[in-house]
């Protein structure tokens, strides 16, 4: 059975940082290019960050830019988003997804559940 469980988040004060991690099993990550997505109250899922199979293209929306890092390890079959200078705009719920290219991302093949992340100003 495939699935990605994501960890690591929490709550932490504006300003500060948060590594979510997005692991997998029943499938091997680095045939697989990874984003991360997060849903806000009330709002659409919106793209964050994505890595191709062997990191060779990362893709970040402009409002996490310069802030976020999308990063893996296909050795331990991991994927993580580093998350510094935190805003309470951040606060949502994250999720990781699996798809055949960085392309298609959006409509990923495979989903994690999502952790919950919440920055408080």
């Known amino acids: 059975q495939v699935q990605l469980v994501e960890s690591g988040g929490g709550l932490v004060q504006a300003g500060g940082s948060l590594r979510l991690s997005c692991k997998a099993s029943?499938?091997?990550?680095?045939?697989?290019?990874v984003g991360w997505f997060r849903r806000a109250p009330g709002k659409e899922r919106e793209f964050v960050a994505a890595i191709t199979w062997n990191g060779g293209i990362i893709r970040y929306a402009g409002s996490v830019k310069g802030r976020f890092t999308i990063s893996r390890d296909n050795a331990k079959n991991m994927v993580y988003l580093q998350m510094n200078s935190l805003k309470p705009e951040d606060t949502g719920v994250y999720y990781c997804?699996?798809?055949?290219?960085?392309?298609?991302?959006?409509?990923?093949?495979?989903w994690g559940q999502g952790t919950q992340v919440t920055v408080s100003s």
């Open positions: 997804g699996a798809d055949g290219s960085i392309d298609s991302i959006t409509s990923g093949r495979y």
């Open positions: 029943g499938l091997t990550l680095n045939n697989y290019a």
